[in-house]
Each structure stands twice: as structure tokens, then as C-alpha cells.
């Protein structure tokens, strides 16, 4: 009797871990509207007569429509604020400079999040962040180089912030939880990229290019405000959680109780195929995402043929897709598990597979229905929305092969991820600068041959078993 009440369900939705899950869902939500609101901005930002010689179509709509209408343009883009003389080499420079940054930091800080806490450590990258997104603007009239820099270091203390998260959801869900809650966090990401390409335009215009960073610095000031006031490491020490909620959590994850031993086991991790498994579908995962969320806007104006600001708005379709799909493909992964109609390694298996698959077959037959307005906007939308069902495969594997070391390895993950972010981005622009019609063919066969590899080295060698150098060792060997 009394084991069965500690382990009773807590509720759901009026949780704190499912606070928390919300919470997290506007860290991200501000961290990636600090990420991409320099794109938005450095087209005001930029003196215009640069941006005309450059090949992208994507950035010659605004001048089209500033020669065809001269009284529209002074509305919309004089706005009194500085413009930079910056080449479209030393703006790639600065684009790039962010994702370096999360890289020096990821494998860091997943490790010293496990020691200090990932309160602290999350609600210091994002402080850090949002410091410095207010004060980009200032940063922008003391020239390039200290924007490199502070965009660099804004990159440090976001992969501080994204590989924390792990390290709390490893105290604070339930094994038949993860998938739900861990999307419901992330697809904060999904739904800022949305919000900044439908408003950042209308807030350069209206208000002028610098009240970008000074609006979504300041949302990033009062969410840290937020998660330092609620937020907790563990649900045990949670000053407002009911004992109801405390004992379930506390129950479900009994067989995975962390050590305050934090050796980090480097070796066996090299030897762990299931861990390579994920890296694997970390790096395919991200290949393609990353060409989406970069070039996405120079496919549509390119391709389709349509101005800037159609562009911007049909850009920010597929992010709210992309939202839906991790938050569904959450509930409908935990909705599996707790009905048992499917086992775990099943279900992670199955997603990961399907959030591969999916997005591979509608980035090949893109090059094929170009000449159709209405297909390719629909296999734009479908290809970030169908690629998040990953969110309950892979990405959260680690929370089931190791969750003592999930935030350590949630950082090498990530590493991962930017390195094929790079790679792709390279690849891309090289391919579409020889011909722009094989080119982007090519872009597209080969980020499925990329998806395709990793589906089936993660369906070959996948699991959720932990691993035995990730338990705890209570017992002595004879």
C-alpha cells in the first residue's frame, strides 16, 4: 500500500515539472531570437549600395522596391540609425562567429553543469546573452572586430545554457516523461525562430534596427529574472512542490540516482557504439537543419521568385511546424510508452527514424517541383516539421544510456551538430555558387545521403540500455 502511494502519478500539467518545461521553452525561445536577430538586422544595418552588388537574391528585393517606390523606401528604411560599410565576407565572418563560440563551451560547461549546478550555469549563459544582445548596437559603432567578439562570447554562454538543460531534466523527469517534456522545452527554439522573422522586419522599420536587440535582450533580462526565482536543480529541494509530485519523480527515477562522483569515463565513452550511434544522428540531423535555417530565405527568393518581405513571412511557416511536430511527436512518443504498445528502444528507433527519413524524401523531390508554387512551400514546411520527430529519438538518448553524464554528452552531441552546421553551410554555398539549378540538386541529394547514413547507423547500433560505465558502482567487485 505504501509503495504504491509513493509511486502514485503527480499531476500533469499543473506541475512544476511541467513549469519547468515552460520555463524552458521561453529560455530557448530567447536564446535563439538573440541568435538569429543580427540576420534580421544586418540589412538595415548594412549600407545598401554594398548589398546590391551581392549575388543573393534574397537581399536585392529591398532595393528593387526602394528604386520602384522612393517615398516607400525612406518610410521603411530610414530609420536614423547607423549603417556599416561591411563586405559579405566579413558579414559571413560574423554569422559564423556565434557557432564557434557554442562550440568552445559545449563540452565545458555539460561537464562543470554536473558539478555546480545547472541552474546556475544556464541562468548565467543566458544572463550573459542577453547582456550582450543589448548591448550590440553600441558594439556595432566600435567597429567589426568587437562585434566578432562579442557575438563569439555570446556564443560561449548560449552552449553554456543549452547543454545545462540536460543535467535538470535528468532530476527532474520521468523516464515515461522525457519525450513530453524535454519537446515542450525545445521547441521554444522552433517558435522564437518563427516570432523574430515574422517581427524583426516590422520592428526595423517601425523603431529602427537597434530596438531588435534592445526587445529581445530585455525579454532575455526578465527570463532570467524567472528561472532564477523558480527554478531548482532537483525537485527534492523545491520549496514549493507538493510531496504528491516529489515522491513520483523522486520514485521514477530511483534506479538512476546520480553519484556526487563525477570522474568522467572518456574511454568507455570512445568504445560505446550506442553513443556514436547519437552523435551519428546528431551530425545528420543537424547537416540539413542547419542548410534550412541558413539558406532558406535565398531558396524561396531564388527559386520562387518572390521579394523580401513574402519571403521573410513564408521563411517563418516551417518554423511553426517545426514547432507543432516536437511538441506532438512528444506527446505521442509518451503516449506509447505509457500504454505500452511499443518498447522504449522501439520508440526512440521509430522516431529517430522517421525524423530522418521524412525530410530526406522531401528534400529530393524539391529540385522536381520547383515549378510549383504551392508543393515546394509545402515540402519547405514539412522538411524542419517532420526532421523535429528526432527530438524524441536520439536527441534525448542520452537521458536513457547515461543519465549521469547526459549533459556532459548532451555537449559533445551538440559539438556534433555545429561541426555538420559548418560543413553543410560551406558545402551549400559552394555548390549553388557554380550553378544555381544543379547546384541546389545537389545540396539536396546529398543531405539525404547524409540523413540516410545516419538513420541506419543509429537503427544498427541504437540502444537505451544504461550503459554499465554510466551506473553506479555500490557493489565491490570479488
Keep these: 500500500m505504501d509503495k504504491k502511494s509513493s509511486t502514485k502519478k503527480g499531476p500533469e500539467f499543473c506541475s512544476l515539472r511541467y513549469g519547468l518545461a515552460l520555463i524552458m521553452h521561453f529560455s530557448n525561445f530567447t536564446m535563439i531570437t538573440q541568435r538569429v536577430s543580427l540576420s534580421i538586422a544586418i540589412i538595415a544595418m548594412v549600407n545598401s549600395t554594398q548589398q546590391h552588388g551581392l549575388p543573393n537574391a534574397s537581399t536585392e528585393g529591398p532595393l528593387a522596391d526602394t528604386l520602384n517606390n522612393p517615398s516607400r523606401s525612406m518610410k521603411e528604411f530610414n530609420t536614423g540609425a547607423s549603417v556599416y560599410e561591411w563586405s559579405p565576407e566579413t558579414q559571413g565572418i560574423i554569422f559564423s562567429s556565434i557557432s564557434y563560440g557554442i562550440i568552445v563551451t559545449l563540452i565545458p560547461s555539460g561537464y562543470l553543469a554536473g558539478i555546480f549546478g545547472a541552474k546556475q550555469m544556464l541562468g548565467a549563459g543566458l544572463l550573459i546573452s542577453s547582456l550582450l544582445t543589448l548591448f550590440m548596437p553600441l558594439a556595432a559603432d566600435f567597429g567589426v572586430i568587437l562585434v566578432i567578439v562579442i557575438r563569439t562570447i555570446q556564443g560561449m554562454a548560449q552552449g553554456m545554457a543549452w547543454t545545462g538543460q540536460f543535467t535538470i531534466w535528468a532530476k527532474w523527469a520521468p523516464p515515461l516523461e522525457r519525450s513530453k517534456l524535454t519537446s515542450i522545452a525545445g521547441s521554444g527554439a522552433a517558435f522564437g525562430s518563427f516570432i523574430i522573422l515574422c517581427v524583426g522586419g516590422l520592428i526595423s522599420q517601425a523603431l529602427g534596427w537597434p530596438f531588435i536587440f534592445y526587445i529581445f535582450g530585455s525579454i532575455g533580462c526578465v527570463c532570467c529574472l524567472l528561472w532564477f526565482t523558480v527554478i531548482y536543480d532537483d525537485p527534492v529541494h523545491h520549496p514549493c512542490i507538493s510531496v504528491q509530485e516529489k515522491d513520483y519523480i523522486v520514485a521514477s527515477l530511483a534506479q538512476q540516482s546520480s553519484s556526487p562522483r563525477r570522474s568522467v569515463p572518456i574511454k568507455a565513452m570512445v568504445r560505446c557504439l550506442p553513443l556514436w550511434a547519437i552523435f551519428t544522428g546528431f551530425f545528420s540531423h543537424f547537416w540539413l537543419c542547419t542548410i534550412i535555417i541558413t539558406y532558406l530565405p535565398t531558396y524561396i527568393s531564388s527559386v520562387l521568385h518572390v521579394n523580401i518581405r513574402d519571403s521573410g513571412v513564408l521563411s517563418s511557416l516551417p518554423f511553426i511546424a517545426a514547432s507543432s511536430c516536437t511538441i506532438l511527436g512528444g506527446q505521442l512518443a509518451d503516449f506509447l510508452l505509457s500504454r505500452n504498445l511499443l518498447r522504449l528502444i522501439t520508440v526512440r528507433k521509430l522516431f529517430s527514424s522517421l525524423g530522418l527519413l521524412l525530410p530526406s524524401l522531401c528534400a529530393v523531390a524539391l529540385p522536381f517541383v520547383a515549378s510549383s508554387y504551392v508543393t515546394t512551400i ?33 555537449g559533445i552531441s551538440r559539438g556534433f551538430g555545429l561541426i555538420a552546421g559548418i560543413i553543410s553551410s560551406t558545402a551549400t554555398g559552394f555548390l549553388i555558387s557554380q550553378d544555381s539549378v544543379s547546384g541546389w540538386r545537389n545540396v539536396f541529394f546529398l543531405s539525404a545521403a547524409v540523413n540516410m547514413f545516419g538513420m541506419f547507423f543509429y537503427i544498427t547500433f541504437g540502444q537505451v540500455e544504461i550503459q554499465d560505465w554510466a551506473k553506479e558502482k555500490t557493489l565491490t567487485r570479488l
Excluded at 380 to 404: E, H, K, M, Q, W
Aim: glycine share 6%; charged share 10%; with cysteine.
Design 378 to 410: 509545402i515540402l519547405l514546411i514539412l522538411i524542419p516539421g517532420t526532421s523535429n520527430l528526432c527530438d524524441s529519438g536520439f536527441i534525448i538518448n542520452t537521458l536513457d544510456v547515461a543519465p549521469r553524464y547526459a549533459s556532459f554528452l548532451m
